[in-house]
């Protein structure tokens, strides 16, 4: 059963705590990004990676770090620089190859704080 | 920054008619995608355009892009109730990653 696989479903942080939001993907895919969205909104870029061992910052990396020693996992942490963490979280896949633009998303995380 | 911004925000019909939902852009791009959201849930992918297509249609859904006037639409024909959810435009321009478009909310009244 392929796809991406986020974890947990709903994750409560308290005040000055980094919590980290699971995403794994067993399409062989090279490409991994992180969207956060607010209510009503639309999606904006964390962070991304197109390889192992290498991501950048997308529009609102800031209070956010990544990871990606593995192709298959991308966690994300939210760390207590980020003063504003409740959304709905996001992780999605893409190969790269030339006939694959098409991104694959996970079912998402819901960081509520307490 | 938002590249696609879609219009209505919101839409609500009735079943069995047709929902159009418009897409506007600001730079080149390679294609577009259209996505749906059901609440709560993560994106699927409906279908992509690329910049050289003007129309393409896949079942009940048909995508129009003009690259002239940066800007696409999303045809829903004889809409369902289970077509209730949030649509979004995203734009590749080759560079990083899609950019998402704010939304339109569809509301099918059975």
């Known amino acids: 059963d392929g796809g991406i696989t986020q974890s947990p479903k709903y994750l409560f942080r308290k005040e000055g705590q980094n919590v980290t939001l699971s995403c794994e993907q067993n399409?062989?895919?090279?490409?991994m990004y992180w969207y956060r969205q607010d209510p009503g909104q639309g999606l904006r870029l964390i962070y991304y990676?197109?390889?192992?061992?290498?991501?950048q910052k997308g529009d609102i990396a800031e209070g956010y770090s990544v990871s990606r020693e593995k192709k298959e996992s991308f966690p994300l942490t939210v760390t207590s620089a980020q003063k504003n963490p409740t959304a709905f979280y996001l992780c999605?896949?893409?190969?790269?190859?030339?006939?694959?633009?098409?991104?694959?998303f996970g079912p998402g995380t819901r960081l509520l704080v307490l | 920054s938002q590249q696609g911004e879609e219009d209505p925000q919101a839409l609500s019909i009735q079943e069995g008619e047709n929902a159009t939902m418009n897409c506007s852009y600001k730079?080149?791009?390679?294609?577009l995608q259209w996505y749906r959201q059901n609440s709560g849930r993560g994106l699927v992918h409906l279908i992509l355009?690329?910049?050289?297509?003007r129309e393409k249609h896949s079942g009940r859904l048909r995508v129009t892009l003009d690259t002239s006037k940066k800007s696409s639409s999303l045809l829903i024909t004889a809409s369902r109730a289970a077509d209730t959810a949030s649509y979004f435009c995203?734009?590749?321009?080759?560079?990083?990653?899609?950019?998402f478009g704010s939304g339109t909310r569809l509301q099918v009244q059975p």
């Open positions: 355009i690329r910049s050289n297509e």
């Open positions: 730079t080149s791009i390679n294609n």
């Open positions: 999605a896949s893409r190969s790269t190859g030339t006939k694959s633009e098409t991104q694959y």
């Open positions: 990676s197109q390889i192992v061992n290498d991501f």
């Open positions: 995203a734009t590749d321009t080759g560079r990083r990653a899609l950019t």
């Open positions: 399409l062989n895919h090279d490409a």
